[in-house]
């Protein structure tokens, strides 16, 4: 799942920034938003990108010693 950055205007004029939304694609991710910003205007979206080298390869020593520490 990507995350999206979102800035936008509310339906009162407010500028709002850095509302970062998990979804499957851009259209998932603002029908969420549309949720929390009911009429908002999205002035702009940037994709997030994933940290997969912390989770990607880990073993099961590496997770032990991360529980244990």
Same mark, same amino acid.
């Given at each position: =799942?990507?995350?999206? $950055?979102?800035s936008v205007l /509310?339906?009162?004029?407010?500028?709002?920034?850095? %509302?970062? %939304?998990?979804?499957?694609?851009?259209?998932? *991710? $603002?029908?969420?938003?549309?949720?929390?910003?009911?009429?908002?205007?999205? /002035?702009?979206?940037?994709?997030?990108?994933?940290? =997969?080298?912390?989770?990607? *390869?880990?073993?099961? $020593?590496? %997770?032990?010693?991360? %529980? /244990?520490?």
């Amino acid at each position: =799942m990507n995350k999206f $950055e979102f800035s936008v205007l /509310t339906r009162n004029g407010q500028k709002v920034d850095g %509302i970062v %939304i998990a979804g499957q694609d851009q259209q998932d *991710a $603002e029908r969420k938003l549309r949720q929390m910003y009911y009429h908002c205007t999205v /002035t702009d979206c940037t994709i997030k990108q994933r940290d =997969m080298g912390s989770l990607g *390869a880990m073993s099961f $020593e590496d %997770i032990l010693s991360t %529980i /244990t520490k």
